[in-house]
């Protein structure tokens, strides 16, 4: 009987995990990056680079845009290793490797460090420092404005914080061209006034959860009504904001019909967001919302790299 | 005279995570060196080998 308890507890131990060795395996890492918000930050900044004037070389533009990308995950992962303690109390977020466990604070904090030295450093020397400096600043903004300072602080959070989100196309092009262009300035504007209708969309589905995690999100502040109306606010300036790249000549047709149907498309359901405030048919629209937020966005940016990428590009004015 | 620590001893499983850890840092450290090569191709073209010493 003793030997078999024994053995029951050298099983038990030899199944515990051992002190100072990383519990993560590889897909634990790459979670760290958070790879949808990376997949956002590459296909916004390829779009930027797309709708650019000048070219580089192939290689250049694909490594530049790797290291853009590289930057997000890092800034990501970041974001993560700063965040674990309120992550593991939402139920969106606590099964990330930290809350889970899989990862020690340290590791992570070691991985996103140096993967943002080495992203820009990288996109340093294969492009420009200007866009390397413009890709420091992101990852700081990100990690340091946004998820150190205002995250916590202030209901103006993801506002503010959303400048983190817009500003690949800029640095995407900032890459290619060497200087900042209207262009990506307007890529940059749709996207940050595209971020407030998006997350306060989620925020009134999920407000129990910011409420446990104590994020002062603005369902959470300024109460559900007064988030509604910033919401149809935001969507106002954002739907004639996406026509601009028609009027500034680099939306062609397509880009004109898509852009104006998305933007009705929002409008009417913020609208909608607006009127509905009690009960399953508030939360099912505010989902919708989100949900189309995504598309919207997606299809402006897909628009305009299909009509550049592809030379389907034909201007609306002249 | 300190009683030096004993050997760590990993479980199969870790050992396993170990093994994929190294073999994906590997594989991205082999990524980035082809990648180098090819942007200093780039950049460079003909040029590479017109330099002065």
Same mark, same amino acid.
């Given at each position: 009987?003793?030997?078999?308890?024994? @053995?029951? +507890?050298?099983?038990?131990?030899?199944?515990?995990?051992?002190? =100072?060795?990383?519990? #993560?395996?590889?897909?634990?890492?790459?979670?760290?990056?958070?790879?949808?918000?990376?997949?956002?930050?590459?296909?916004?900044?390829?779009? #930027?680079?797309?709708?650019?004037?000048?070219?580089?070389?192939?290689?250049? @533009?694909?490594?530049?845009?790797?290291?853009?990308?590289?930057? =997000? &995950?890092?800034?990501?992962?970041?974001?993560?290793?700063?965040?674990?303690?309120?992550?593991?109390?939402?139920?969106?977020?606590?099964?990330?490797?930290?809350?889970?466990?899989?990862?020690?604070?340290?590791?992570?904090?070691?991985? =996103?460090?140096?993967?943002?030295?080495?992203?820009?450093?990288?996109?340093?020397?294969?492009?420009?420092?200007?866009?390397?400096?413009?890709?420091?600043?992101?990852?700081?903004?990100?990690? $340091?404005?946004?998820?150190?300072?205002?995250?916590?602080?202030?209901?103006?959070?993801? $506002?503010?914080? &959303?400048?983190?989100?817009?500003?690949?196309?800029?640095?995407?092009?900032?890459?290619?061209? &060497?200087?900042?262009?209207?262009?990506? $300035?307007?890529?940059?504007?749709?996207?940050?006034?595209?971020?407030?209708?998006?997350?306060?969309?989620?925020?009134?589905?999920?407000?129990?959860?910011?409420?446990?995690?104590?994020?002062?999100?603005?369902?959470?502040?300024? #109460?559900?009504?007064? +988030?509604?109306?910033?919401?149809?606010?935001?969507?106002?300036? /954002?739907?004639?904001?996406?026509?601009?790249?028609?009027?500034?000549?680099?939306?062609?047709?397509?880009?004109?019909?898509?852009?104006?149907? &998305?933007?009705?498309?929002?409008?009417?359901?913020?609208?909608?967001?607006?009127?509905?405030?009690?009960?399953?048919?508030?939360?099912?629209?505010?989902?919708?919302?989100?949900?189309?937020?995504?598309?919207?966005?997606?299809?402006?940016?897909?628009? /305009?790299?299909?009509?550049?990428?592809?030379?389907?590009?034909?201007? $609306?004015? =002249? | 005279?300190?009683?030096?620590? %004993?050997?760590?001893?990993?479980? %199969?499983?870790?050992?396993?995570?170990?093994?994929?850890?190294?073999?994906?840092?590997?594989?991205?450290?082999?990524?980035?060196?082809?990648?180098?090569?090819?942007?200093?191709?780039?950049?460079?073209? %003909?040029?590479?080998?017109?330099?002065?010493?």
């Amino acid at each position: 009987m003793s030997s078999m308890s024994n @053995a029951l +507890t050298e099983a038990h131990v030899e199944s515990l995990p051992t002190a =100072g060795v990383s519990q #993560g395996d590889v897909s634990d890492f790459f979670a760290l990056l958070k790879p949808r918000v990376m997949f956002l930050v590459v296909f916004t900044a390829l779009v #930027g680079m797309v709708v650019s004037p000048s070219s580089v070389h192939p290689i250049v @533009a694909f490594v530049s845009l790797l290291m853009i990308a590289v930057g =997000g &995950g890092a800034s990501g992962c970041l974001n993560m290793w700063w965040d674990a303690d309120i992550d593991a109390v939402m139920t969106r977020t606590r099964k990330r490797p930290i809350p889970a466990g899989k990862i020690e604070p340290g590791e992570a904090l070691a991985f =996103g460090v140096t993967l943002s030295a080495g992203s820009v450093i990288i996109l340093g020397l294969v492009s420009n420092w200007l866009a390397a400096g413009l890709l420091a600043f992101t990852i700081f903004f990100y990690v $340091v404005v946004y998820s150190m300072w205002l995250k916590r602080s202030t209901p103006q959070n993801i $506002v503010i914080g &959303g400048a983190a989100g817009a500003l690949p196309p800029i640095v995407a092009q900032a890459a290619v061209t &060497g200087h900042v262009a209207w262009d990506s $300035v307007i890529l940059f504007a749709i996207i940050f006034m595209w971020t407030p209708p998006h997350f306060w969309a989620l925020a009134l589905v999920k407000s129990g959860d910011y409420e446990r995690a104590g994020i002062p999100m603005m369902p959470n502040v300024a #109460g559900p009504d007064s +988030t509604r109306f910033q919401i149809l606010a935001y969507t106002i300036l /954002l739907a004639p904001l996406g026509l601009a790249p028609v009027v500034l000549g680099f939306g062609g047709l397509a880009y004109a019909i898509i852009s104006l149907i &998305g933007g009705f498309g929002m409008l009417a359901l913020a609208v909608q967001v607006y009127r509905l405030r009690e009960g399953e048919p508030a939360m099912r629209v505010a989902q919708q919302l989100f949900g189309f937020s995504i598309l919207y966005l997606f299809l402006l940016f897909a628009t /305009l790299l299909v009509e550049h990428g592809f030379g389907f590009f034909r201007p $609306v004015f =002249g | 005279m300190a009683r030096p620590n %004993p050997p760590v001893r990993l479980t %199969p499983e870790e050992q396993k995570r170990r093994r994929q850890r190294s073999m994906a840092l590997a594989l991205a450290l082999g990524i980035f060196c082809i990648l180098l090569f090819a942007v200093t191709l780039a950049k460079l073209g %003909p040029g590479i080998m017109q330099r002065p010493l």
